[in-house]
């Protein structure tokens, strides 16, 4: 245990110690606040962050357990949520201008599940604007002259930087599980589904997904046992059986699960030393658990289906952005509107009707491995703080609405983070968690 410096414990060890009365969520948020006053200025994670209010939260959950109240999973645990994702106890202004003094009257479904399991909600971390591409004030806790990536750029910031042990966040390209790469950390983009956007900024609904961030598969897992709750107001969520991600994850697979290597159509934009680094895992881990595989011919276009529906949706979303301050929108956000305004309602049905023939497809390749086995992103996190880097290693399965961790489990040509990122089935999430911690502690995470 790091109860000496609690800033530094993981959402399931800080529970744990907090339950049995060796920490207090008041020791565990002023250790999480002085961290924030140490390195905020420099990394940029928060948005808005009320440190008296954070306290007040602690503080009621330790009376609550002096008390003798029951306590509940994420009892003071503190979690930072990311500001396109309402509150009602801070503004909520989605990255832009256009909506900065936003205040919402009420809190996302999924805040209102964190409040429910005891968490402190912390503060709001930046997102990049309206959650595309403009980059926030973020910069990468390993060099600040290096992106986080985005959208998600300060939820990945604050966690990698022990601001707080989880992050929530949002992935409609590669918000997460890119940032999560680029800072060192495990991301977490469960099912299309899975977990509650309702009272989260709209982007494109098939495609948006919220996501997570930590610095452990077993804590993703534990937050996201939180959060995959049905709700209707969300219109693409059905009924399941709870995931029990965290029991499952913790548990030994029954064999040795098998990986498909998948480069993917676009492995010529990754970066020559994440080539090498992915080819030299595969020999390590060797050809009775890693096969190179060629996904099928349907998926070179899966980049531009992609495409189609995300730009479409822009349009119509931010329709009213555009018409009332197009001239403060972003000049690659506006021209993604634009371009979504000429595509044709063919080419956007037929991208939609694309998905399902993906999905048969990949279901195939599930028959025979446990997880795939690709590049997160091109590479490390590339130099300079006006992009946020390429998404495209996260396009396909973000269109196929399949589950996906990074594990930050490799390093670049300088030192930086580089994740390995895994897709499993449809649904199966608790599966790939498992395969994914199995993975972790087979390269020594």
């Given at each position: 245990?790091?109860?000496?410096?609690?800033?530094?414990?993981?959402?399931?060890?800080?529970?744990?110690?907090?339950?049995?009365?060796?920490?207090?969520?008041?020791?565990?948020?002023?250790?999480?606040?002085?961290?924030?006053?140490?390195?905020?200025?420099?990394?940029?994670?928060?948005?808005?962050?009320?440190?008296?209010?954070?306290?007040?939260?602690?503080?009621?959950?330790?009376?609550?357990?002096?008390?003798?109240?029951?306590?509940?999973p994420f009892h003071g645990v503190p979690v930072g949520i990311k500001d396109i994702?309402?509150?009602?106890?801070?503004?909520?202004?989605?990255?832009?201008?256009?909506?900065?003094?936003?205040?919402?009257?009420?809190?996302?479904?999924?805040?209102?599940?964190?409040?429910?399991?005891?968490?402190?909600?912390?503060?709001?971390?930046?997102?990049?604007?309206?959650?595309?591409?403009?980059?926030?004030?973020?910069?990468?806790?390993?060099?600040?002259?290096?992106?986080?990536?985005?959208?998600?750029?300060?939820?990945?910031?604050?966690?990698?930087?022990?601001?707080?042990?989880?992050?929530?966040?949002?992935?409609?390209?590669?918000?997460?599980?890119?940032?999560?790469?680029?800072?060192?950390?495990?991301?977490?983009?469960?099912?299309?589904?899975?977990?509650?956007?309702?009272?989260?900024?709209?982007?494109?609904?098939?495609?948006?997904?919220?996501?997570?961030?930590?610095?452990?598969?077993?804590?993703?897992?534990?937050?996201?046992?939180?959060?995959?709750?049905?709700?209707?107001?969300?219109?693409?969520?059905?009924?399941?059986?709870?995931?029990?991600?965290?029991?499952?994850?913790?548990?030994?697979?029954?064999?040795?699960?098998?990986?498909?290597?998948?480069?993917?159509?676009?492995?010529?934009?990754?970066?020559?030393?994440?080539?090498?680094?992915?080819?030299?895992?595969?020999?390590?881990?060797?050809?009775?658990?890693?096969?190179?595989?060629?996904?099928?011919?349907?998926?070179?276009?899966?980049?531009?289906?992609?495409?189609?529906?995300?730009?479409?949706?822009?349009?119509?979303?931010?329709?009213?952005?555009?018409?009332?301050?197009?001239?403060?929108?972003?000049?690659?956000?506006?021209?993604?509107?634009?371009?979504?305004?000429?595509?044709?309602?063919?080419?956007?049905?037929?991208?939609?009707?694309?998905?399902?023939?993906?999905?048969?497809?990949?279901?195939?390749?599930?028959?025979?491995?446990?997880?795939?086995?690709?590049?997160?992103?091109?590479?490390?996190?590339?130099?300079?703080?006006?992009?946020?880097?390429?998404?495209?290693?996260?396009?396909?399965?973000?269109?196929?609405?399949?589950?996906?961790?990074?594990?930050?489990?490799?390093?670049?040509?300088?030192?930086?983070?580089?994740?390995?990122?895994?897709?499993?089935?449809?649904?199966?999430?608790?599966?790939?968690?498992?395969?994914?911690?199995?993975?972790?502690?087979?390269?020594?995470?």
């Open positions: 245990m790091e109860e000496s410096n609690p800033a530094r414990l993981n959402a399931l060890s800080a529970a744990e110690a907090i339950r049995e009365g060796r920490l207090t969520s008041e020791e565990l948020v002023v250790a999480c606040l002085a961290r924030i006053e140490e390195c905020e200025e420099q990394i940029g994670a928060w948005e808005h962050l009320d440190r008296e209010f954070a306290l007040s939260q602690a503080r009621e959950a330790d009376l609550a357990r002096g008390e003798g109240k029951a306590l509940r994702i309402d509150t009602a106890d801070f503004p909520t202004e989605n990255g832009s201008v256009l909506h900065a003094g936003r205040r919402p009257t009420k809190d996302a479904a999924l805040v209102s599940l964190l409040k429910n399991a005891g968490a402190v909600i912390m503060g709001k971390t930046v997102t990049t604007e309206f959650a595309v591409y403009h980059p926030g004030k973020t910069k990468n806790p390993h060099d600040p002259n290096r992106t986080p990536g985005g959208s998600s750029s300060g939820s990945a910031a604050s966690v990698a930087s022990h601001m707080v042990p989880v992050a929530v966040g949002s992935q409609t390209n590669g918000s997460v599980i890119r940032p999560a790469s680029f800072c060192g950390v495990c991301g977490f983009k469960p099912t299309h589904g899975s977990i509650s956007r309702y009272g989260m900024l709209p982007q494109s609904r098939p495609i948006d997904h919220v996501g997570l961030f930590a610095r452990s598969v077993e804590d993703v897992a534990f937050l996201g046992d939180q959060l995959m709750v049905f709700d209707g107001r969300d219109p693409d969520m059905r009924h399941r059986a709870a995931p029990r991600l965290l029991e499952t994850a913790a548990a030994e697979p029954p064999i040795t699960p098998r990986f498909a290597f998948v480069k993917t159509p676009v492995w010529d934009q990754a970066d020559e030393d994440a080539q090498a680094a992915f080819e030299e895992l595969a020999i390590r881990l060797g050809e009775e658990i890693v096969e190179e595989v060629e996904l099928p011919e349907p998926f070179n276009s899966a980049v531009e289906w992609h495409q189609i529906i995300l730009e479409s949706n822009l349009a119509r979303n931010f329709e009213t952005e555009y018409e009332r301050g197009k001239d403060q929108l972003s000049d690659l956000l506006r021209l993604m509107m634009e371009r979504g305004k000429k595509y044709l309602a063919v080419d956007y049905t037929r991208a939609v009707e694309k998905v399902p023939v993906l999905n048969r497809l990949l279901g195939e390749m599930f028959e025979r491995y446990d997880a795939l086995l690709t590049p997160p992103a091109p590479g490390q996190a590339p130099l300079g703080l006006g992009a946020t880097g390429n998404p495209v290693f996260c396009t396909i399965w973000t269109l196929c609405g399949t589950p996906a961790v990074t594990l930050p489990v490799l390093e670049g040509a300088d030192g930086m983070p580089l994740g390995v990122q895994l897709v499993g089935p449809k649904g199966d999430d608790a599966r790939l968690l498992r395969t994914a911690r199995w993975l972790e502690s087979r390269l020594g995470g």
